[in-house]
């Protein structure tokens, strides 16, 4: 094949509430339910679901950060379409908050006795926030 | 007849009548522009949604899984979406004479209803019949984590054979003037059929498909859910507006001709008082 590959790939992420994203990028790194991936322009069709996490991208040389939910990815050679439940920019993270939030739910991971408490609730919650955390970090960092 | 004191009054509350309502109209204006920019904020995530479901359903054995499974319906579930407050036309009566006529449809089969709104709920409630659960004041701040829950409840009670169908019913937004009936089934989801023409991607998939399929479908009818009651409330919205626009016109004309028989009666007693002091002279 001849096809020239494209050295941008275009980036969507949409939430229901609203677009987050819609940008030209050089490379994406998805936090996947099994693991990070990292996308490339010219990257082979894929579909996954996504983990709560950070994703990544580089747009002119400048790093952006963006801690997604749970959600599905869907990557095609020039585009790559993020649907997720939740999406916050590094800049836009309350950290605090989540602070709070990992705390709350690590003191309930604790009390692992207690039958009213919905450990999956409480995990899902703890890495939310600790997906939330990461963003912010790596924005400073 | 009335006097012209009374009739003062009456114009004094007709006014203060006509402000109320030239104030809910301009709310619901406001709100209207916020919730017709929800619906327009919405339509990505659910055109890709729709987009990535065509492609997974159409390469995976999807009628086995229990969203799509078609069954014959002998149990309907209905969730009526109604608005929480009234004042704005014939909105909420539009909805329970459709759900009226839904009933006596279905009369064959048993039907059990989800209310989301207020009026929905009170229809029910008197009607005889209460529903099954409600979703009540929603719409104030209506936010996507409140459709996952109808959409939650819905999916157990479809995917626990409770029920064999559900359908919605609810007003769809088709201009600020016009509002239109809807039933809609959201389940079993009707299959996909990729639109002719368009070639299908080979995919390489991090999960199994049918997995993929598993956490796909009930954020499909989240979405879902979530569309049907933005569209109701700027529907809504928009009814009311109309309507308090209406009102606050009929206002206006009845202050006028209020005015006019207020202006007659005041002419009247004028005329009256100089007969009497003419005619009080022409005695002495």
């Known amino acids: 094949m001849a096809d020239v590959i494209a050295t941008e790939i275009r980036l969507d992420i949409v939430t229901p509430d ?30 996954t679901e996504l983990a709560p996490g950070k994703l990544t991208y580089m747009r002119d040389g400048l790093p952006h950060g963006v801690c997604v939910t749970w959600g599905f990815a869907e990557v095609l050679p020039d585009r790559v379409i993020v649907l997720v439940q939740t999406a916050e920019r590094a ?18 991971l604790k009390r692992f006795a207690d039958p009213q408490i919905d450990m999956e609730r409480a995990h899902e919650a703890l890495r939310r926030a600790l997906a939330r955390l990461e963003t912010a970090r790596h924005l400073q960092g | 007849m009335a006097t012209l004191l009374d009739l003062r009054r009456r114009i004094r509350s007709v ?115 209460p529903p099954l659960s409600e979703h009540v004041g929603i719409f104030t701040r209506l936010q996507y984590k409140q459709a996952q829950a109808v959409a939650q409840q819905i999916v157990e009670a479809y995917s626990t054979q409770a ?45 199994p498909a049918a997995e993929l399929l ?34 606050t016109n009929n206002a206006a004309e009845m202050i006028d001709s209020l005015t006019l028989y207020m202006n007659r009666v005041r002419q009247a007693a004028i005329t009256r008082e100089i007969i009497e002091v003419v005619s009080g002279a022409a005695a002495t």
């Open chain 1, 18 to 47: 609203h677009l987050v994203a819609h940008d030209s990028v050089s490379g994406v790194t998805l936090p996947g339910k099994t693991g990070y991936l990292g996308i490339l322009p010219g990257h082979a069709p894929l579909l």
């Open chain 1, 91 to 108: 800049e836009e993270i309350d950290v605090e908050r989540a602070e709070r939030a990992k705390q709350r739910a690590e003191d309930r």
């Open chain 2, 15 to 129: 006014k203060s009548t006509q402000q109320i309502t030239r104030a809910m109209k301009m709310v619901a204006a406001a709100r209207l522009r916020g919730a017709q920019e929800r619906i327009f904020n919405a339509r990505p995530y659910a055109n890709q949604m729709q987009a990535l479901l065509q492609s997974v359903t159409a390469r995976t054995e999807f009628r086995a899984h229990p969203l799509l499974a078609e069954r014959p319906v002998e149990k309907v579930l209905l969730v009526l979406v109604t608005a929480d407050r009234g004042l704005c036309g014939a909105f909420n009566t539009n909805l329970t004479r459709a759900a009226q006529n839904y009933f006596s449809e279905q009369a064959d089969k048993q039907v059990s209803v989800i209310a989301v709104g207020r009026k929905g709920r009170d229809y029910l409630h008197r009607r005889g019949t």
């Open chain 2, 163 to 207: 029920v064999d169908a559900v359908d919605f019913l609810y007003n769809e937004f088709k201009s600020i003037l016009t509002q239109r009936v809807r039933v809609e089934r959201y389940l079993p989801i009707k299959p996909l059929e990729p639109a002719a023409g368009e070639a299908l991607i080979d995919y390489l998939y991090e999960q």
């Open chain 2, 214 to 247: 598993n956490s796909l479908l009930p954020r499909y009818v989240e979405t879902q859910v979530y569309r049907a009651l933005l569209e109701s409330q700027a529907a809504e919205l928009a009814a009311k507006m109309t309507a308090m626009d209406t009102a």
